[in-house]
């Protein structure tokens, strides 16, 4: 996956959306920071990040999604937006 660069405009994006995070670390992973994105981005947000990344890369991130990120509307609609439907089940837990 190709990966996403700081620049002020992502920088200023990772803090919102990853706020719990410095964004030179939110940005470092990126399936993890686009699992984010998928769940908490605005329209605008989402066109920041897809000058940077296509839809394949968007089905990897969901394909690697740690669980518990993204919410099931946001799943649903993200897997059927690019070309998954019916969606595949979400990530899971496992614990232990």
Known sequence: MKTIPLTPATEALARRLVWFEEPEEALSDTVRFVAYALARATHEDMKLVRAFLNDDDLREALDHAPPG???PRSWA???????RDPPPPPPKRRLG
């Open 69 to 71: 990120i993204i919410d």
């Open 77 to 83: 609609y993200w897997n059927i937006r690019l070309g």
